[in-house]
């Protein structure tokens, strides 16, 4: 589709997801809806209030307390079938919505969009199998039995960046495992999840099971995190609204799973493959304008390949298409949001102040017809040290810092150097090393000639900084669960609770 022809959609004034059906409340304040790639406003939603939140969490209860609670696993996994079928249907619609909503390009949304299906259908078949064990106790009379339970309602938060997606990682084993939920997408891009919701429903979900509520992280998101009846957190985004909702969450003595930022490293060994290492670099950082939490912001180069790995850097920056989303030949969309937009280039400026070298990139790039577009070069610096800012803080944009190592040792202190430990990337030939390096490196996720993949059944999530518990897998349903211990005495008496027990 040509990105002239979308530009008269609007999508006027949405309303929250709330009891299966849009609620357009009185009262509290709208969001603006922002497209990146023109800077239109074309819809607004709601920034919701307390109360609004307290009436998604009690929908959510009370769907918990009827039907849902009641059904029997296999019913729940034929939902998330169905809906697995029904998201399939609908990935061209939603992709483009994410596209209008965040920037993020057409190719890399629609294959994202696509990918969803997998997410559901892959806890969908674990929700029937889900089973406790019978534990052998010393007394050979008792029973001991555990089951797994759901908690309730659970509070999932989640980016900009890939909201359907993200949202999958969380609501499909939260789901499978009988919980409800009520979710809250970031006020920069809200508009996908609230246009998803309505799949819930067609696939037979009960009213109030999944409820979208939109609005800002110290408003909606905290009203969410602080709210009595939401017995888990889930979240996703940056350490400064993880380590408010997990304040939140321990205020009130209840769970939380946080996936934060990095700042990974994509190691360069001189005996790696070179084409598809410098690929891999340039997809880790730019395939999505850096806005991805597992972007490889960090290239370490061994020093003997340093000069050519940059020069084939710096040849491909300068053919990177950077230019509308919906443009089937754009290679890099916008920024997502201003205030990113502004952080990228502050970074561009500590990073030259701090002595890093600007091999490639550092500013705007102007798009015809688009004059408040958020566009942004492709960025590399050359000559980082590990204590420039460049090298240690997350930018979540389009800029990668190129810092030199000699030999093996150096390259794993340099990527365990950061604070972070997200994922981390390495290129090479030999079996050893990548056996040795995917040891020592400090990331939840090591890929070995290979950048940025994921899988249903693999699980994700950081050490370190970057966050706590695990997404994806077979073991990402055990965070949405509780475990209930059964004793069943099968001897005939109980004897006298104060005479001295043998
Ligand atoms: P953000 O923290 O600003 O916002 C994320 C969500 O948290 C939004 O819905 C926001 O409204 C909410 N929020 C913010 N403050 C809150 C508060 N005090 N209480 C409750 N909710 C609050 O992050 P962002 O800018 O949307 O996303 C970018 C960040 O997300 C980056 O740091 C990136 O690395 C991280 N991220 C991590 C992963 C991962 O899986 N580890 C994936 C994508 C993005």
Redesign the pocket.
């Known amino acids: 589709m040509s990105h002239t022809q979308t530009q008269t959609y609007t999508y006027g004034d949405l309303g929250n997801h709330i009891g299966g059906r849009s609620v357009h409340a009185d009262g509290g304040d709208r969001l603006q809806v922002q497209d990146p790639s023109d800077g239109r406003v074309v819809g607004t939603v709601p920034d919701s209030t307390v109360q609004q939140v307290d009436e998604a969490v009690r929908s959510a209860h009370e769907a918990f307390e009827g039907e849902w609670g009641s059904l029997r696993p296999s019913a729940r996994a034929a939902m998330l079938f169905r809906l697995a079928d029904i998201m399939e249907e609908r990935a061209e619609d939603l992709a483009m919505a994410e596209v209008r909503d965040n920037g993020k390009v057409v190719r890399e949304m629609r294959t994202q969009l696509r990918a969803v299906p997998k997410w559901y259908r892959y806890f969908a078949g674990l929700a029937d199998k889900l089973h406790g064990e019978v534990v052998p106790l010393e007394q050979e009379s008792i029973v001991a039995t555990t089951t797994p339970e759901p908690y309730g309602v659970i509070g999932c938060?989640?980016?900009?960046?890939?909201p359907i997606f993200?949202a999958a990682w969380k609501l499909a084993p939260a789901l499978a495992a009988g919980n409800t939920v009520v979710i809250?997408?970031?006020?920069?891009a809200s508009v996908s999840t609230l246009l998803m919701a309505q799949a819930f429903s067609d696939a037979g979900l009960p009213p109030g099971v999944v409820n979208v509520i939109t609005?800002?992280?110290?408003g909606?998101?905290?009203a969410?995190?602080a709210h009595p009846l939401v017995r888990k957190l889930s979240?996703?985004?940056?350490?400064?609204?993880?380590r408010?909702?997990a304040s939140?969450a321990a205020a009130r003595g209840v769970g939380v799973g946080l996936?934060?930022?990095?700042k990974s490293a994509n190691i360069v060994f001189d005996d790696a493959p070179l084409d598809a290492a410098v690929n891999g670099l340039l997809a880790g950082i730019f395939a999505a304008a850096g806005q991805?939490?597992?972007a490889g912001s960090r290239a370490l180069v061994h020093r003997p390949v340093l000069d050519e790995v940059v020069s084939r850097l710096v040849e491909r920056q300068q053919r990177i298409v950077v230019g509308h989303p919906l443009d089937d030949a754009t290679e890099m969309g916008p920024i997502a949001n201003q205030p990113?937009l502004d952080k990228t280039r502050e970074y561009v400026s500590i990073a030259r102040q701090d002595g890093a070298e600007l091999a490639a990139g550092g500013g705007p790039v102007e798009i015809a017809g688009a004059p408040d577009g958020l566009y942004f070069q492709p960025t590399v610096f050359t000559g980082v040290t590990p204590q420039m800012r460049i090298a240690q803080e997350?930018v979540?944009g389009p800029i990668l810092s190129v810092l030199a190592f000699d030999d093996e040792d150096e390259a794993i202190s340099l990527a365990n150097s950061s604070r972070y430990g997200?994922a981390a990337g390495a290129w090479t030939t030999d079996l050893g090393r990548a056996h040795r390096v995917s040891r020592r490196l400090q990331a939840g996720t090591v890929w070995i000639n290979m950048y940025r993949a994921n899988a249903p059944a693999m699980p994700?999530?950081?050490v370190k900084d970057?966050?706590i518990g695990r997404?994806n897998g077979r073991h990402a349903v055990e965070e949405f669960q509780q475990t209930k211990a059964t004793w069943i005495e099968t001897a005939p008496a109980v004897g006298d609770p104060f005479s001295v027990r043998a």
């Open positions: 938060i989640t980016p900009w960046n890939s993200l809250k997408p970031s006020e920069h609005g800002g992280g110290p909606a998101g905290a969410l995190a979240f996703t985004g940056s350490e400064v609204g993880g408010a909702v939140a996936e934060l930022g990095g991805t939490c597992v990113q997350e979540f997200l994700f999530g950081g970057s966050g997404e």
